[in-house]
């Protein structure tokens, strides 16, 4: 069965400091990779994809691939309060459009 | 109206009652997904729509009936349900082919509570 693991939390992490979300996925296959965003009772709000192995920046957002391993996290920089929420992995594991979610990882960023 | 809207955003129905969820997307996609969240689940992918035609049915229930009538809509038809399907549900829409990657935008969601 394809898999999307994350580790549910919650990770606590001071304002100001980084905060390191990982993911690992089943599929060797899988080509696209997707972060989301979850406030409490909203929908996910998507923050960044990436489909190559490397980093990749969207202002405070790092997202980073390794196929090779099979792990996809994402880096959140000087973490404020606003970005507590649950970040959801996904993951585009064939030709189809259609995503696997990982169960999430609930972030507190503490003032 | 922008992005993906659902309507209505709260449902409270008994086990007998039949309703129906609507999707709206105004972003030009040609996808449209159904999905629920249940509480310490991960999201669980219902159905997909690619231009209007049903491509996966991830094994729901029957009581669950979507119907998609043009690439901007998607209706799910509820009827019979049982407690345990009391959930969040969520509508996305993405571009497929081409270019596109496929990323998911969804809409604000209906929570349905089914007494």
């Known amino acids: 069965q394809k898999e999307v693991e994350q580790n549910s939390g919650p990770l606590s992490v001071p304002e100001g400091a980084i905060a390191s979300l990982n993911c690992t996925y089943s599929d060797r296959g899988s080509q696209s990779f997707f972060w989301y965003r979850q406030y409490s009772g909203k929908s996910p709000e998507l923050i960044m994809f990436i489909y190559s192995n490397g980093d990749k920046e969207d202002g405070r957002f790092t997202a980073q691939l390794n196929k090779a391993s099979q792990y996809v996290s994402l880096l959140i920089r000087d973490s404020q309060p606003s970005d507590s929420a649950t970040y959801l992995c996904a993951v585009k594991m064939d030709a189809g459009n259609m995503l696997t979610f990982g169960g999430g990882t609930r972030l507190m960023v503490k003032p | 109206e922008t992005g993906v809207t659902q309507t209505p955003r709260h449902l409270v129905m008994g086990m007998t009652n039949k309703k129906s969820l609507k999707c709206e997307q105004h972003?030009?996609?040609?996808?449209m997904y159904w999905y629920k969240q249940s509480a310490k689940k991960p999201l669980e992918l219902m159905f997909v729509y690619n231009f209007k035609e049903q491509t996966e049915n991830n094994s729901v229930p029957s009581r669950f009936s979507p119907e998609c009538p043009n690439s901007s809509h998607l209706f799910l038809h509820l009827h019979t349900l049982q407690p345990e399907d009391s959930a969040l549900y969520l509508c996305?829409?993405?571009?497929?082919?081409?270019?596109?990657?496929?990323?998911?935008?969804f809409g604000p969601g209906t929570r349905l509570t089914v007494l």
């Open positions: 996305a829409s993405s571009q497929v082919g081409g270019e596109a990657y496929n990323e998911q935008f």
């Open positions: 972003l030009g996609h040609n996808a």
